[in-house]
């Protein structure tokens, strides 16, 4: 499969790239930086440079064609509202209608578990504008009509992945998630129908993957 990887230089996103890889597929990671070419390409991944925030959906769509899953793990880091709604929101969105127009057929969304708005913070809280641009970009995505999927994963740590899940895991319940099992199952989902048109809200857990997928 050729797979285009959103935010390529994310911690989650150089755990993914290399596993794609030794699963056999093609992988395009996209940097805005072309300082973080070199550290892409060290994952076997192929570096493009290019920025999600500046890019419309026709340069989008072009970056996009030929290729049939798009995996989106980049986002703003936070602390500037203008610019969280511009990447995680607005941009995430123009990434959808491209590969919506490019012919892409998988999406998988890297969001969070708090990704809902029976879950939204109060106004005041600084956490609120990266929330509602999660839910806002996780919203349109469900909308499409890519075969895609929401990950959801909680607060998450540098440990290593064990493969397993908490499949029960809620918000701030059983959701704090090392990112090395976030890449393992993006690449699962992405080989397995069964996570297609479904939100995964997960942590750490004793359920392996496919166990996991095989239930839903």
Do not use: C
């Amino acid at each position: 499969m050729r797979i285009t990887i959103f935010g390529g230089h994310g911690k989650i996103a150089l755990l993914l790239a290399p596993k794609l890889v030794e699963a056999g597929h093609q992988v395009t990671s996209v940097v805005r930086n072309p300082d973080h070419v070199d550290d892409v390409e060290a994952t076997g991944a192929t570096a493009l440079v290019s920025s999600v925030e500046d890019a419309d959906v026709e340069a989008l769509t072009s970056q996009l064609e030929g290729f049939e899953a798009v995996v989106w793990s980049a986002g703003a880091g936070g602390g500037d509202p203008e610019r969280t709604y511009a990447v995680d929101r607005d941009a995430a969105i123009r990434s959808m209608d491209a590969a919506v127009a490019a012919g892409v057929d998988r999406y998988v969304m890297v969001s969070f578990s708090g990704s809902t708005r029976e879950m939204l913070v109060l106004e005041d809280n600084p956490f609120r504008h990266y929330q509602e641009a999660k839910i806002a970009a996780d919203e349109h995505l469900r909308g499409t009509n890519l075969s895609w999927t929401v990950l959801g994963p909680g607060s998450l740590t540098t440990e290593p992945s064990t493969g397993r899940v908490n499949p029960a895991a809620t918000s701030g319940d059983g959701d704090t998630t090392s990112r090395e099992l976030v890449a393992d199952v993006v690449v699962a989902a992405l080989a397995d129908d069964r996570a297609t048109r479904r939100t995964l809200v997960f942590g750490d857990g004793d359920v392996p993957i496919d166990e996991w997928l095989s239930s839903l």
